[in-house]
């Protein structure tokens, strides 16, 4: 069955840098599209990036742009978000999915806590 | 950015009553291959989102035929036809037509 799961996070200093895994089984991991999408505590879902199945090409929501970096391993079957300059409001349990604009399958998701 | 409407934002039913969730985009969802991108997600308390509906009505493998999706264009409707305890959660609206993709703020659903 399709598994999503996410490691990586943590407790960062704003400004610091932190990078995501995100392991896939269960299903061709290179021939989908692989999206983050995230979830600051208490409040609702804001999608983050997605990444197409060549890793050739990437978008990103504009509160991350610059910021934010998607990548994937197809060989190793991972993604990967470097997230670089992280702030206050970048605190939230970070999920990747499965897809681009359908999100069929998500992960249990990984806490990052940006704070001083 | 398309804006995600979703009505009401606290719903309280009684166990084996229908609900209704009622979700409006600021712009059409229709996209340029013909399908609408407009997915629902519950997540219940502690858990992950999990995908309900997908492209406006299609249900997923697994979920009960009490959930239904409806509507078109700007306009869209998740219907349970008799809430059971296990539906208590958020469930969310999501548009994948038009990048960025966008989410409801979330609906509550809690039994009376």
């Known amino acids: 069955q399709v598994q999503l799961a996410e490691s990586g996070g943590g407790l960062v200093k704003p400004g610091g840098s932190l990078r995501l895994s995100c392991a896939a089984s269960?299903?061709?991991?290179?021939?989908?599209?692989m999206s983050w999408i995230r979830q600051a505590p208490g409040k609702g879902l804001e999608w983050v990036s997605y990444i197409n199945t060549g890793g050739t090409f990437t978008n990103y929501a504009d509160s991350v742009k610059g910021r934010f970096t998607i990548s994937r391993e197809n060989a190793n079957n991972s993604l990967y978000l470097q997230m670089n300059s992280l702030r206050a409001e970048d605190t939230a349990v970070y999920y990747c999915a499965r897809t681009a604009r359908l999100f069929d399958y998500w992960g249990q998701g990984t806490l990052v806590t940006v704070s001083s | 950015d398309v804006v995600m409407t979703q009505s009401p934002l606290s719903l309280p039913v009684t166990l084996g009553q229908p609900a209704s969730i009622s979700c409006r985009s600021s712009q059409s969802l229709v996209y340029s291959d013909g399908n609408t991108y407009l997915n629902w997600f519950q997540q219940r308390p502690g858990q992950s989102p999990r995908r309900l509906i997908y492209k406006v009505s299609n249900r997923d493998s697994g979920v009960p035929d009490r959930f239904s999706g409806s509507g078109s264009g700007t306009d869209f409707t998740l219907k349970i036809s008799r809430v059971e305890a296990e539906d208590v959660g958020v469930y969310y609206c999501?548009?994948?037509?038009?990048?960025?993709?966008?989410f409801g703020q979330g609906t509550k659903l809690e039994i009376k």
């Open positions: 269960g299903f061709t991991f290179s021939d989908h599209y």
């Open positions: 999501m548009q994948g037509t038009h990048v960025m993709f966008t």
